[in-house]
């Protein structure tokens, strides 16, 4: 058989990973925060009349959005349009855009490697990595930030040999900055940072960069104009100081973390390609005057310090520097391809213990939560590891393409399943309870709760805003003739008369005063 031409690998790169980031795209409800307001942002788009200027100016809940740039949102209110309101269709720019980041890395890849091998095991470990897939998958901006990333990188390269390619830069970062704001310095900066470092300065004399980067950032600059024009100073302060840069300083929402927080969420959830990390940053490091080397070690160490040394700290943040990570394993995975240097003892016991890792999932999905999808998850996941741990021991190279089907196959049947966001299993479920709202309330009316916090995705589903209050408060909201929802402990002890119980769902039951 001949070789796959690289059009072909492209191709497959490109159906491979649609299908992985789009299977069962809308089999769960959407997550707290980030997931649930982006879509809130997005309906209110989707149902403000054109004339009303909605898509420049978003909302959230009635009141101005300021919180990030809106272009992600806007994509989210035209799939409305086409395909309605439901989780499948929030979730779809997104996951669409991320899923385009595997045949972008090979193709950057392409440029900055010498060979095709190390550009495709970079870009197999990309879209096998659990975070990467995981979190492209939900209605949030940080895997399409990471796809028009790697569209600035793949066009900075190519303008080596075709100057014209250099106006895809400035395009890629309007992108960013029209989808993640300010975070276009930091990753503006390690693209100049590299340049400086890897002499590749004649770049800066390309004169279609600087025209890209016009045109391209002309955009994001109209924008935070416009904003700041419509809602005076109270944007600068929001948008610019409390969303931006008092997260270096400060911690928002209570989200912080040990400098090593982003080490330790790598740890987490970076198996099994962290195994052949050491011996990729190694290779970069040999390799630093190469293009690929330079590029790695700049991107990782400086992306990785900035993050780790901002105050507030949430997991998510550390998803742009997968893309480099990837680079580094697919170099070493390629290194180990081509002259066999496998480690045989300590390979072979690790992928042991995560083949019997496999067998322990198994036991436990088929007593604790029984959902045939993970049971056979399991499976795949032990046979996959114990037949890679036995090539492994025979000094098989053949073992790498077995890894990357047995993680693709893997994370294809956890992406089936009802459990690919855990966080959901953190409070109740909100749709049952939403279902409870809207069979009594009308739309977008003010619901007070007992809960402890306010749930975004809660408002989502019912359409109304349901905000947590104390008990004094629900007293107060109670004599102005206001609906709550009290779960049955407060239900019990608070002192509400003539209360009129419109129904129950998930411990919590809905009152509104008789008339």
Known sequence: MRPFREKEWLLSLCVLSILLWLICLGNSPLRDWDEATIAQVAREIWRSPLGSMGWLYPTLVGEP??????LI?????WAYSLGGVNEWTTRLPGAVLTALGVPLLFS???????????ALFAALVYMTMLPVVRHGRLAMLDGALVTFFLLVLFCLFKARKNPRYALGVGFGLGLIALTKGMIVLLLGGIICLFLLVNKQLSLWKNPYLWIGILLGIIPAIAWYIAQWQHYGDSFLQINLQSQTFDRLTQTVDGNTGRPWYYLIEILKYGFPWLLFLPGGFYLAGKQRHTTWGCLVLVGTVVYLVTISLMKTKLPWYVIPVYPFLALAVGAELSEVWENRHIQGRIWTVIFVLLSIAGVGGCVYFAIADPQPVLIVMSIVLAI???????????????????LFAGM??????????????????????VKPVAALIRANVLPQTKIYTSFAYSRPSLDFYCD???????????KQMWADKSYLLLDNA???????????ILGNSEEFTLIYPKS
């Not at 089936?416 to 409070?427: D, F, K, P, T, Y």
């Open 65 to 70: 959005y300021h919180n990030k740039p809106p």
């Open 73 to 77: 949102h806007l994509l989210i209110a």
């Open 108 to 118: 950057l890849g392409r440029l900055i490697f010498p060979a095709k091998l190390p």
């Open 384 to 402: 996959s590891m114990g037949i890679v741990a036995w090539l492994v021991s025979r000094g098989d190279r053949n073992f790498i393409p077995v």
């Open 408 to 429: 693709y196959l893997v994370l294809a049947m956890l992406m089936s399943s009802q459990s690919w966001i855990w966080e959901l299993n953190e409070a109740f479920p």
């Open 464 to 474: 109304c805003q349901v905000i947590a209050a104390s008990s004094s408060t629900l």
């Open 490 to 500: 407060t239900l019990q002890t608070i002192n509400l008369p003539n209360s009129q």
